[in-house]
């Protein structure tokens, strides 16, 4: 009987999806209907991955006649280990959002009119081919903020058509830190924070950038009586749970390090055996850095020199088991021109710290190596070997940008010159996340081709040609994804619900869609199944098994105490870098001061993560804007004693300006940010109409970001500008 309904209902919302693709159809299912059915269907608990952040923590669905009634935590999920964020509530209402999309749609001037998928991947695959003839596939640009999905289909895809002008999201989150990490230690580690001493976050707040685990394991720490000191020019959430919390001025942190290294040589307080056996270039680096003393680094970044002295003792005291986090985007991911450079200091200090492998510093994280297709049966295209369009990994263009990355904030400029000509867009919203709102209108508008995948009309697929929707996440299965941790393990996302929309189709999908319309269907004659299948196989893990628990740890295993062969040039810790002198710069770190100095009268516009939000994805969420609402959160941070001098009160409304863009909003005034940085939340300022909750409300701090681009790691220099602030009268 509950079966029999379930299959009515599908048949419902197809034939009203056929019938007005753009009206919403949660009305037309008819409670009472569903209620009826419910009460005959057993209530299930599924596992798969939340879509709320990057994180992909691992959640149980509860589901009961194909539909969410409940979400919690996996426990047996390393990156959450059974804890949810509050994001993780509001994304799984996505399915059931009223401004999804239902089906393809095309653009005819300046409307977007419903279209089959038949006519979708016919006309696209037919204007792909004719820019490839015309212009050469390398015109072709594949954007996403990866996943394994699209990492395996667009890669393939854009294999296939000989192109490799792809980019991620990097440039806008955290290439410097690892272009940094890789030309010092190799890699970006991973902290063991539970079993830390002392714990250096610098611009890296746990509390509000929410990854479980990262807040976990610190906690951890904290509950052995690890002392945890905060660097971040604003008071944020962490920093309520910390030991200290030290305010400096924006962009300045490598001046710190540099005296930290400084202090530590100076002392004998680094660890000499490790660096003797396990870096070169250390003397030519101690040389270097005799001047960066902590009274020259209080001058750049007002921290008294005495406390530089104070850290650069704890964190000795506390060696090997100290570390200086990683990071991720604040102080040294993508906002700074010396963000890569402030990257290697925390890579080559924690060298001087002898962490690496041990309990209780920083680890290389391990993770299993997955499967292939059988190449025989599924024939894979093979990598373009041509250079990157954007100039990525070129030699006398950005050499030391992974080409991997690419740079997808200067797209918008490529379009301009006429180096790209189609541009297919997943699971990424560049125009609203990038800086410079009319750059970026500008350039986009003039593609030939321009694709986007996507769940709703974001800022992006408003200026698109065609918009190909996909299900949410909790109705779609996806390829099986490796983790990295201390121990390997496997995870998966899958269909947990029903499709609310039927015409909507997963990105595998849709790719392989447009591939077999271009005459490549060869390289996607498999299904999802069968390539999870081979992606298992080395695990020895049943893909059944895999399903039925969500994640399943593999053999691997770090080895804690054994420091690895890095993976630098040399295999060795850089305090030298032979790629970075080949490639023009400093081999050594330096001072480099940040790109713009505020004026007098001006703030350094600074902005970053709250802990209910994602980037700008989640603001048009209901539940999740309403907290922002209760609790005023979009308000702009500036310091008292500089609102006072302003006439500014708490909750008035100042207007924020600068060359490129003015905009208004209430100011919170307080003590816990620094004088001469005012901090906006990055979650807001959506200007998509039919972002219908999240539209006009707030202000994204990249409408006052020129566009610019760090030359050594690519970065999107995004808190590179300085407004000016004043009450509105
Ligand atoms: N809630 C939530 N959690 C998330 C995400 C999200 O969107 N929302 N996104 C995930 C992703 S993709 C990322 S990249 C991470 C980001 O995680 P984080 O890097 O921790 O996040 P941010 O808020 O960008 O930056 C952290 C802090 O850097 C400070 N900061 C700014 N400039 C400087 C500086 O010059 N020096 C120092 N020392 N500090 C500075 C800011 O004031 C801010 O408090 O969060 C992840 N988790
Ligand atoms: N203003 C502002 N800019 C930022 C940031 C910020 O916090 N604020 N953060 C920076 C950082 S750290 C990062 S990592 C980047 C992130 O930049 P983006 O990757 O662009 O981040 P999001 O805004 O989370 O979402 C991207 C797009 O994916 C869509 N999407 C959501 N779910 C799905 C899905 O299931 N399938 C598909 N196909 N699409 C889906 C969303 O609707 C959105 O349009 O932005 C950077 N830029
Ligand atoms: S951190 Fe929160 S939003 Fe991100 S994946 Fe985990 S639960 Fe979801
Ligand atoms: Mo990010």
Do not use: H, R
């Given at each position: 009987m509950g079966e029999e309904r379930r299959i009515s209902r599908r048949k419902f919302l197809k034939v009203s999806a056929?019938?007005?693709?753009?009206?919403?159809?949660?009305?037309?299912?008819?409670m009472n209907q569903w209620v009826n059915a419910a009460k005959q269907e057993d209530i299930k608990r599924i596992p798969t991955l939340c879509n709320g952040c990057t994180s992909r923590c691992g959640i149980i669905a509860t589901i009961k006649n194909g539909r969410l009634i409940h979400i919690e935590g996996n426990k047996e999920h390393p990156t959450n280990n059974g804890r949810l964020c509050g994001r993780a509530y509001g994304a799984a209402m996505l399915a059931y959002h009223k401004d999804r999309l239902q089906g393809p749609m095309k653009r005819v001037g300046d409307e977007f009119v419903p279209i089959s998928w038949e006519q979708a991947y016919k006309e696209i695959g037919a204007k792909l081919k004719e820019i490839i003839t015309k212009y050469g596939p390398a015109s072709v640009m594949y954007m996403h903020n990866p996943k394994e999905v699209g990492k395996f289909y667009g890669y393939r895809f854009m294999n296939a058509i000989g192109s490799n002008s792809i980019q991620t999201h990097h440039s806008v989150c955290y290439i410097s830190r690892d272009v940094g990490l890789e030309h010092t230690i190799g890699a970006t580690p991973n902290t063991d924070a539970a079993n830390a001493k002392y714990m250096l976050f610098i611009g890296r707040s746990v509390g509000d950038g929410i990854k479980p685990s990262h807040l976990q394991g610190m906690m951890k720490g904290r509950d052995k009586k690890a002392k945890i000191v905060c660097v971040d020019p604003r008071h944020n959430a962490t920093a309520n749970i910390v030991d200290e919390w030290i305010p400096i001025k924006p962009g300045t942190d490598i001046a710190l390090l540099l005296a930290i290294a400084n202090t530590m040589i100076k002392n004998d307080w680094y660890d000499k055996a490790f660096i003797d056996q396990y870096a070169i270039g250390f003397e030519e680096f101690k040389k270097e850095i005799q001047t960066y003393t902590p009274e020259w680094a209080e001058k750049i970044t007002t921290i008294p020199a005495t406390k530089i002295v104070e850290i650069a003792k704890d964190l000795s005291a506390a060696k090997p088991h100290a570390f200086i986090d990683p990071s991720w985007k604040g102080a040294f991911g993508c906002n700074y021109l010396n963000s890569p450079e402030t990257a290697r200091m925390v890579g080559l200090v924690n060298a001087m710290l002898g962490n690496i492998n041990q309990k209780g510093g920083i680890y290389f994280a391990v993770e299993p190596k997955l499967g292939k297709l059988d190449s025989a049966k599924h024939p894979a295209p093979e990598k373009p070997k041509v250079d990157h369009i954007d100039g990525s990994g070129v030699e006398g263009q950005y050499p030391l940008v992974p080409s991997s990355k690419g740079m997808p904030h200067r797209t918008p400029g490529l379009i301009d010159e006429g180096k790209v000509k189609a541009v297919f867009i997943n699971h990424f919203n560049p125009v609203r996340n990038t800086p410079d709102r009319q750059y970026n209108i500008d350039g986009y508008k003039k593609a030939e081709l321009i694709v986007v995948c996507d769940i709703w009309m974001s800022e992006t697929a408003e200026l698109a040609h065609y918009v190909l929707p996909e299900p949410t996440y909790l109705e779609r299965t996806e390829i099986i994804e490796p983790l990295a941790g201390k121990t390997g393990a496997v995870t998966i996302r899958q269909q947990v619900i029903d499709k609310f929309h039927p015409n909507t189709k997963p990105f595998s999908e849709i790719i392989t869609?447009?591939?077999?319309?271009?005459?490549?269907?060869?390289?996607?004659?498999?299904?999802?199944?069968?390539?999870?299948?081979?992606?298992?196989?080395?695990?020895?893990?049943?893909?059944?098994?895999?399903?039925?628990?969500?994640?399943?740890?593999?053999?691997?295993?770090?080895?804690?105490?054994?420091?690895?062969?890095?993976?630098?040039?040399?295999?060795?810790?850089?305090?030298?870098?032979?790629?970075?002198?080949?490639?023009?710069?400093?081999?050594?770190?330096?001072?480099?001061?940040p790109k713009v100095e505020p004026k007098k009268g001006e703030f350094r516009l600074i902005w970053g993560k709250q802990n209910v939000h994602s980037h700008s994805s989640t603001a048009n969420i209901p539940q999740l804007m309403q907290v922002t609402k209760d609790y005023n959160l979009e308000r702009v941070w500036i310091n008292t004693k500089k609102a006072k001098e302003l006439g500014i009160k708490d909750g008035d409304f100042v207007i924020i300006e600068n060359d490129l863009f003015k905009g208004k909003i209430r100011a919170k005034v307080t003590e816990r940010i620094f004088p001469d940085a005012i901090f906006?939340?990055?979650?807001?300022?959506?200007?998509?109409?039919?972002?219908?909750?999240?539209?006009?409300?707030?202000?994204?701090?990249?409408?006052?970001v020129k566009t610019g681009t760090d030359p050594i790691s690519g970065n999107g220099l995004m808190m590179e500008t300085a407004v000016t602030v004043r009450k509105d009268v």
């Open positions: 056929a019938t007005g693709a753009l009206l919403t159809v949660q009305p037309k299912i008819g869609g447009i591939a077999k319309e271009m005459g490549l269907g060869q390289y996607f004659n498999f299904t999802i199944d069968e390539l999870n299948e081979a992606l298992l196989k080395p695990t020895g893990i049943s893909y059944k098994e895999l399903k039925e628990k969500g994640v399943i740890k593999t053999k691997e295993m770090v080895e804690f105490g054994k420091v690895p062969k890095l993976k630098t040039e040399s295999g060795k810790v850089e305090f030298y870098s032979e790629a970075y002198k080949k490639a023009g710069f400093s081999p050594i770190p330096v001072w480099m001061p906006l939340p990055g979650g807001y300022g959506a200007f998509a109409k039919n972002l219908k909750i999240s539209n006009g409300f707030g202000l994204c701090p990249n409408d006052f």
